[in-house]
């Protein structure tokens, strides 16, 4: 389901032609020196409005699937650091020193998870995308601290083979390998917000300040009636608020 402030994009664009259309309507009334608010150029600040929530659409689900991705083998490590300090505390020759410090790291995980929003966020804030990047980074440093302090002790060979060292370099080497396709899925996805805001929002060029100028044009134009005003007043656009 698309969120409230995709929808509200959406909507400022499809109004925009709305808008187009019964400009069109007046005919040679509808005259203003304003090149920027002439139909011409309203039709390509639509068409280009208009793929740029195409673009920011086709490049999401790519998004969405890494992130997912990475969000889920995370997720894992954590329980399987958990598994691994147990490992490591049973094991007979590693000192209680060596096990705090252990624990000191997995704390460390959890506090990087917890002190960020990691799990699928806001596509409309990238300051967010880049706490959670900061977040995941912080995370996978911990935990190759975690699998090299067990490493350095050599009578930790336990039984369980996802516990082993080996396997465990492998399964760090995957979480760099998801964390990396995120952080490349999220590029082109980003780059599609920035040009569709730019679009759309943009001081005194975007979709919605044109928006308003045309509207205070029609208004002073005396041949356009009351009730053909009202045909493009009651068109709303709007900026999407800011996520606290």
């Known amino acids: 389901m698309a969120s409230t402030s995709e929808t509200g994009h959406a909507v400022n664009v499809a109004n925009l032609n709305t808008m187009i259309s019964r400009l069109q309507g007046y005919g040679a009334r509808y005259n203003p020196t304003n090149n920027s608010i002439k139909i011409p150029a309203l039709q390509t600040l639509y068409t280009n409005s208009n793929n740029s929530l195409t673009a920011v659409s086709t490049t999401k689900p790519a998004f969405d699937d890494a992130v997912n991705d990475r969000q889920e083998i995370f997720q894992a490590m954590e329980k399987l650091a958990t598994r691994i300090i147990n490992a490591f505390d049973a094991t007979e020759a590693v000192t209680d020193k060596m096990v705090d410090d252990g624990k000191a790291i997995i704390r460390k995980i959890r506090g990087a998870r917890a002190s960020k929003k990691i799990i699928n966020p806001n596509p409309d804030e990238p300051q967010q995308i880049s706490a959670s990047q900061q977040s995941f980074t912080q995370q996978l440093e911990h935990f190759s601290k975690l699998i090299a302090l067990v490493a350095s002790e050599s009578t930790y060979n336990?039984?369980?083979?996802?516990?082993?060292?080996?396997?465990?370099?492998?399964?760090?080497?995957?979480?760099?390998?998801?964390?990396n396709a995120a952080i490349n899925a999220t590029t082109p996805y980003l780059t599609a917000i920035q040009n569709r805001n730019n679009f759309l929002y943009t001081p005194k060029t975007g979709l919605v300040d044109i928006a308003q100028e045309v509207k205070k044009y029609v208004k002073s134009v005396s041949t356009i009636t009351l009730a053909e005003f009202r045909q493009i007043s009651g068109l709303k656009f709007t900026r999407p608020k800011k996520t606290q």
């Open 158 to 179: 336990p039984n369980e083979n996802e516990l082993k060292n080996a396997q465990l370099t492998a399964f760090k080497n995957q979480m760099v390998t998801l964390n």
